[in-house]
């Protein structure tokens, strides 16, 4: 029995490192990953296949299912070619400055030259909920959170807070949930006969129907999807320190406010709106980031989103475009490269 369970430890242990250190495992770990209910460990993918070449100017974009979703990385990385290359980091839940400031470190660990943070209302007016510990917990905002919430907080959250420890050391942990529905897709495929599985870049691909629209605009006017909440200091104080984070380590930063439909403007009080402006604008002046505010981007309508919150071909395709170009023409001001890039 003694051997049989060193065996099985050491089956274990082969298959970590396997796993933490094989670029060809993650490449096909990310192949056969659904976006959305892999988010995690696409995202961690993505960090570990960045390239390796200091000569490469890396452009990390992060923050929510929008960031996912809006970015088209293969058409940014033809019009940047071998002058930068996109990773995207982004993944399902609102980008709330939380989760950007615990995944800061290992952003800056792959020694970008510029990091886009792509926020919207949702990314400060969403109550936190603590769920993004069991995947992205990292133990540096603990301090944070001690510090304006106080020790109660921890005490309360001690349960997910050791959770997210042992998560964060062992990969084969944090993430067997996918790992199990791969495998379960494997065998589904293999059953049915099906042709091997092409990655995915987006998860969705078709608009909701109007009534979609009109449902969630209903179900909302009461009981608004972002509003004030009791972690807004502490949101704000998590964006100001990712923020002197990347700034101590010569990374600079790019705010780009997310697209979203015309009609979110009924999921809220419209206050938040002055609020959320007065915020990222007096933090953009006091820290020097620079911001791409909504009013700075192509016009977006109802027919350029599947959804509320993500855009379609057509809008993606605009909004890249956009992105490209104005990376392209403040090149110098970015950290990127200064000749110009034959547009497509």
Same mark, same amino acid.
């Given at each position: ?28 770990? @990310? ?37 996912? %979703?809006?970015?088209?990385?293969? #058409? ?22 939380? %989760? $950007? @400031? $615990? ?12 990091? &886009? ?6 990314? +400060?007016?969403?109550? #936190? ?30 349960? /997910?807070?050791? =959770? ?16 199990? *529905? =791969? ?16 990655? *995915?870049?987006?998860? #969705? ?9 009109? *449902? +969630? /605009? ?12 009791? @972690?807004?200091?502490?949101?704000? %104080?998590?964006?100001?320190? $990712? &923020?002197?984070? +990347? !700034? ?6 790019? &705010? ?11 999921? #809220? ?10 915020? =990222? ?27 509320? !919150? ?18 392209? %023409?403040?090149?110098?001001? +970015? ?10």
């Amino acid at each position: 029995m003694l051997k049989a369970y060193g065996l099985a430890a050491s089956l274990i242990v082969l298959a970590h490192l396997g796993i933490t250190f094989s670029d060809s495992v993650w490449r096909e770990l @990310y192949r056969v990953s659904v976006p959305s209910r892999d988010d995690a460990l696409r995202v961690e993918a993505n960090m570990r296949l960045s390239p390796k070449d200091a000569s490469t100017n890396r452009i990390v974009l992060m923050g929510s299912s929008q960031t996912r %979703e809006d970015f088209d990385v293969d #058409y940014l990385n033809r019009r940047f070619r071998d002058r930068g290359h996109f990773i995207n980091l982004g993944f399902s839940g609102n980008g709330n400055p939380i %989760e $950007m @400031y $615990m995944l800061t470190p290992r952003v800056v660990d792959m020694k970008p030259k510029l990091v &886009v943070y792509m926020p919207f209302i949702g990314s +400060l007016f969403r109550p #936190y909920a603590y769920q993004t510990f069991d995947l992205y917990f990292d133990p540096n905002i603990l301090p944070l959170i001690r510090s304006i919430h106080g020790w109660s907080e921890l005490a309360d959250r001690a349960d /997910i807070i050791a =959770m997210g420890i042992f998560r964060r050391a062992s990969i084969l942990f944090r993430h067997r949930n996918s790992y199990q *529905q =791969m495998v379960d897709d494997a065998i589904n495929r293999l059953v049915r006969g099906s042709p091997a599985k092409v990655a *995915q870049t987006y998860a #969705y691909h078709r608009r909701k129907p109007n009534s979609h629209f009109m *449902q +969630l /605009i209903e179900t909302h006017r009461k009981s608004p999807r972002y509003r004030e909440h009791q @972690y807004q200091e502490l949101y704000q %104080e998590a964006f100001r320190m $990712m &923020v002197q984070y +990347l !700034t101590a380590q010569n990374v600079l930063l790019l &705010v780009v406010d997310g697209p979203t439909h015309p009609l979110i403007k009924h999921f #809220y009080d419209p206050r938040l709106n002055s609020e959320y402006e007065l915020f =990222m604008s007096n933090t953009s002046t006091t820290y020097g980031f620079t911001r791409l505010r909504k009013s700075d981007l192509p016009e977006f309508r109802d027919d350029d989103f599947n959804d509320f !919150t993500h855009l379609n071909a057509s809008g993606r395709a605009r909004f890249n475009a956009f992105i490209a170009d104005y990376l392209q %023409e403040n090149a110098a001001r +970015l950290g990127l490269a200064q000749e110009p890039v034959p547009r497509q």
